[in-house]
C-alpha cells in the first residue's frame, strides 16, 4: 500500500544526501564567495589528471581520488612513476581553503592538501589554485615542482570566480539540490498543516498532535532509527 508519508520521507533522505554531499566544497573570505562543488569528481567520474614527464598526477576537488593498481590509500591527490610508485601528496584530513592572491580575492581561490609525511624540513603537500576566468568549466594547466616537496597546480576555471554578494547572490547560485529541499520542505509543511486543518474541521478531530496526518507513522519513526 502506497503511503505519502513514506515516500516523502524516502525522498526527503535522498535530496539532503545528495544537498549536503554538494554543498560541502565552498569558501567564504569576507565579502567572497566561491563554491567549487561542481568541480568534486564522484565515484566512477575518475579523478582531475595531468601526465608531467615521467609523472601521473591525479587530484579530487573536496574529496578522495579513485583508488587504482598503483594507489590504494584514501587521498585527495596523488602522484605515481611511469613504473607504478605511488606517492600520496594530500589529503582532505588536511585540507585548507586560501587565496591566490590576499589582495585580490576575485583572482580565486586556493586548496591546500597536506599528508603528515615529512619532506625535508616540512611536510609533502599539494597547492591548488583555482583562477578566476570566466566562461570555462576548466580543468588543470600546470603542474610546478611536480616532485617537490610542495607542488603547486594551476586550474583555471569559471568556479574560482567570486559568486555575488548579498541575499540575490545567494539566491542566484543555489544549485538545483537546494531548489528541491526547499520545495520539498514546502511540501512537507503543507501537507502536515492541510492534513491538521481537514482532521479537524472535516473529521471533527479535537485539535491536538493526534490530528496530524498519519500521526502513527511519524510515531513509529524514532523505533524505525534505532
Known amino acids: 500500500m502506497f503511503m505519502w508519508p513514506t515516500a516523502l520521507v524516502a525522498v526527503f533522505v535522498l535530496v539532503y544526501l545528495g544537498y549536503t554531499s554538494a554543498q560541502d566544497c565552498t569558501y567564504t573570505n569576507g565579502d567572497s ?16 589528471h595531468m601526465a608531467v614527464e615521467m609523472y601521473n598526477w591525479h587530484i579530487n576537488v573536496c574529496g578522495n581520488t579513485e583508488k587504482n593498481e598503483f594507489c590504494t590509500s584514501e587521498n585527495s591527490a596523488y ?25 585580490t580575492p576575485a583572482t580565486g581561490p586556493s586548496l591546500t592538501y597536506s599528508t603528515s609525511e615529512s619532506c625535508m624540513s616540512s611536510v609533502r603537500s599539494v597547492v591548488i589554485n583555482f583562477r578566476c576566468k570566466s566562461g570555462v568549466v576548466g580543468q588543470p594547466t600546470q603542474v610546478n615542482n611536480p616532485t617537490g616537496c610542495l607542488t603547486t597546480i594551476e586550474f583555471d576555471t569559471m568556479y574560482g570566480c567570486p559568486k555575488a554578494g548579498g541575499v540575490k547572490g545567494d539566491i542566484e547560485g ?7 529541499l526547499i520545495i520539498l520542505l514546502v511540501a ?15 473529521r471533527h478531530m479535537d485539535p491536538n498532535v493526534q490530528a496530524l496526518p498519519n500521526i502513527s507513522f511519524w510515531q513509529e519513526i524514532p523505533g524505525l532509527v534505532k
Do not use: H
Not at 543555489?174 to 528541491?180: A, E, H, R
Open 188 to 202: 512537507v509543511v503543507v501537507y502536515l498543516v492541510g492534513g491538521f486543518v481537514v482532521n479537524w474541521k472535516v
Open 174 to 180: 543555489l544549485s538545483g539540490g537546494s531548489i528541491l
Open 33 to 48: 564567495k566561491f563554491d567549487l562543488s561542481p568541480l568534486k569528481r564522484r565515484s566512477g567520474e575518475g579523478d582531475w
Open 79 to 103: 602522484y605515481y612513476l611511469w613504473y607504478g610508485t605511488c606517492i600520496i601528496a594530500g589529503t582532505t584530513n588536511n585540507m585548507k581553503w586560501g587565496l591566490i592572491d590576499s589582495n
